[in-house]
């Protein structure tokens, strides 16, 4: 190889360096992100609670992140749920779902895409759940119904409000029918929660769609979601090409589902512990009462019915 052979080789090395695009395992090992302005800094987006300083855009975040700003710092206490038997279909697409698991749970840490925690806001204790979207995309499959389902219990049996902080794609397609089925179960504990007159309230962050939108998503007694989420049950794409007509600007995004009546307010990252501590109180306290009356009624009833005999 000659002298100008060599040059031109270690140019185009240079140029295909520069050219080469960062993975997504790039950007998760670096100590940079991207936003509207380019390059940030993770160090800087987390003390603004992984929210944009110039457009106020909402980053994804973690479980724990999340359970960290909204009762601080690890003063929660994480529940271990139960994992039922993993890949009960043998589904294999261009993977075996079993590899997907082994590596999400990898990734994440997390056993299941849920995590189910207990903590106190304004000094009211509060069961809630978060989902991981690195967690195969925060979809719904069996252990993740689980760990809803033990959050509901938890909630019921310490007579606590339960806060689902909603994100995912939807039901997990690896689990078919046993995914769907799931939308019943969370419904009908949900169902189990408000008998118990106990406060159920969704926080909708992003993405919120598919299956999780069209069952425990959508069941708050009060509906908070984050600026510029997604909340969708079909995507954009496919409710063009169904209707074929052009779609509004900020289509299921948070600021419009509120303005159609699917949200009930929209709160920015930094305000949503004082925001839920506020609508908590106010819900125990109507619900207190409402309790106190049914007590005064069945008492009522009881000494009309001793009265009687
Ligand atoms: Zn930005």
């Not at 043998?90 to 698991?101: A, I, N, Q, V």
Request: proline letters at 4%; aromatic letters at 6%; a neutral charge.
């Amino acid at each position: 190889m000659n002298w100008i052979t060599k040059i031109i080789k270690a140019g185009e090395k240079i140029k295909s360096a520069i050219h080469k695009r960062a993975t997504k395992e790039d950007i998760a090992n670096s100590d940079w992100t991207s936003c509207c302005k380019g390059p940030i800094l993770k160090k800087d987006l987390e003390e603004n609670l992984w929210v944009c300083p110039d457009c106020n855009k909402h980053h994804r975040i973690k479980p724990k992140q999340r359970f960290d700003i909204m009762f601080g710092p690890n003063n929660y206490e994480i529940f271990k749920t139960p994992i039922p038997k993993d890949d009960p279909l043998e589904w294999t697409d261009s993977k075996p779902y079993k590899e997907r698991l082994k590596s999400a749970r990898k990734k994440t840490g997390l056993d299941c895409g849920m995590m189910v925690v207990s903590g106190k806001i304004n000094n009211i204790n509060v069961t809630a759940v978060a989902s991981d979207f690195d967690f195969l995309g925060a979809s719904m499959a069996a252990a993740e119904g689980e760990a809803f389902l033990y959050g509901i219990q938890h909630a019921i049996e310490n007579k606590t409000p339960f806060l689902c902080i909603s994100a995912g794609g939807g039901m997990r397609m690896m689990e078919s029918l046993i995914s769907l089925s799931q939308m019943t179960r969370t419904t009908i504990a949900i169902n189990e929660l408000k008998k118990n007159n106990l406060p159920y309230l969704v926080c909708i962050t992003d993405p919120t769609a598919g299956g999780i939108t069209a069952s425990y998503a959508m069941l708050g007694d009060i509906h908070i979601a984050e600026p510029g989420a997604l909340i969708a049950f079909a995507g954009a794409r496919v409710i063009q090409g169904t209707v074929k007509e052009e779609l509004p600007e900020g289509f299921q995004k948070s600021e419009y589902v509120e303005k159609t009546g699917f949200v009930d307010l929209i709160v920015e990252r930094k305000d949503l512990a004082e925001k839920i501590g506020t609508l908590l109180s106010i819900l125990l306290k109507r619900n207190s009462v409402i309790n106190s009356e049914k007590n005064e009624t069945s008492e009522d009833s009881q000494s009309l019915t001793k009265a009687a005999s």
